[in-house]
């Protein structure tokens, strides 16, 4: 199997970045060998997995990239089916651009507004030219902490189609069980029936991007 780079990126901070791909890496894990680089110098993956039990360690290796994001993840791929990149809420310091530079997929998290959709999709200008030097590289936008029952505005909808970036079918609801998941050092997969919900999401996430 030729391995798989997706990078998880947007500049705006807290839109799940973190969550989407510590849950994505769980998923993916069952899949085959999954990777997840922490390249945020917050380290926010890296906590995430040392929170895990000793009993119960998360179901994928987390390595710290502080240099050139590209050469290592070249490296990296041999060894992996599937890397997953956390990126820092930043275009600078050129962890995002790395990424984009070697990944088949960015997955771009944004919640679920217009105006945090405009905020987002800033990043348009790196992505055009990340495309330029990288155009296999498909850009997904993914909309997260969608509100139980209420389905997405129809403003949303519309600065959705209006963007040039495809977004995916599947959401991510806002769930108390994806706070848990990081508390635990864990991913939805690992709670239990209160999961399962939400490990429906990202499966079809995964089945999407993969497709
Ligand atoms: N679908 C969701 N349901 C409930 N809570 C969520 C969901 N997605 C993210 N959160 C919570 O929102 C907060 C921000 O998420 P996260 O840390 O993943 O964002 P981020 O984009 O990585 O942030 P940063 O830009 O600081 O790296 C966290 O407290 C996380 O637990
Ligand atoms: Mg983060």
Redesign the pocket.
Known sequence: MASTVIA?V?Q???????????NLAAGLARRGRTLVVDG?P?G?AGQWARMASEERPFPASVFVVAGPLQRELRALRKDYDFIVV?C??TLEGGTVEGALGSADHVLI?VLPSPMDLWGSVRMGRSLEQARAANPSLKPHIVV???EVRSALSRAMKHALMEIDIPALEQH????????RA?LEGSSVYDLGKPGLA?VDEIDAIIDEVLA
């Open positions: 998880v947007n705006k901070g807290g839109t799940g970045k973190t969550t989407v791909t510590m945020d917050q926010s956390d820092p809420p998290p997260n902490q969608v991510l609801r806002r769930r108390a069980i994806y706070r990081a939400a």
